[in-house]
């Protein structure tokens, strides 16, 4: 987390918009009506520097952090369920280009074998395992 700013430096266009983002989001949560949020930008955006601004939020709640998305190879699981839907998609696909085209020789059988046993050592690592549930 970054110190806040020094209340008189000057502020940019792009932390004014963020506090008017700020204002739009608690204004859409209800938190503000459509007056308080007009009087609110009119502050944000003739606000000069960061002590300025600073007042025009303080007596609404912090904006919550978003939470940070789960590891795919160690937490996820959806790109495990993905791997197997699209190596069955592509290699039926194979397999009708293969009876369309003469039913001949069966060379569907490499690209099945390939990405098959490409598969067999990531999801059987404990990496691709279903996430423990911590305390």
């Known amino acids: 987390m970054t110190p806040p700013p020094e209340p008189s430096l000057r502020a940019s266009d792009v932390e004014r918009e963020r506090y008017a983002d ?4 608690h204004a859409a949560q209800g938190r503000l009506t459509l007056d308080e949020l007009d009087e609110r930008l009119d502050r944000v955006y003739a606000a000069r520097t960061h002590g300025a601004l600073a007042p025009v939020v ?4 912090a904006p919550s952090q ?3 998305q789960p590891s795919t190879l160690i937490e996820g699981a959806a790109p495990f369920r993905r791997v197997p839907a ?4 592509v290699n039926l696909m194979l397999i009708a280009i293969w009876a369309v085209t003469g039913a001949g020789y069966f060379w569907p ?4 074998l390939g990405w098959g046993l490409g598969l067999l050592g990531p999801c059987s690592s404990r990496r691709w395992r279903y996430p423990t549930t911590r305390s």
């Open 22 to 25: 700020v204002l739009r989001e």
């Open 58 to 61: 303080a007596d609404l709640p």
């Open 66 to 68: 978003p939470r940070s």
């Open 86 to 89: 699209s190596f069955v998609v």
């Open 109 to 112: 059988i490499w690209p099945l």
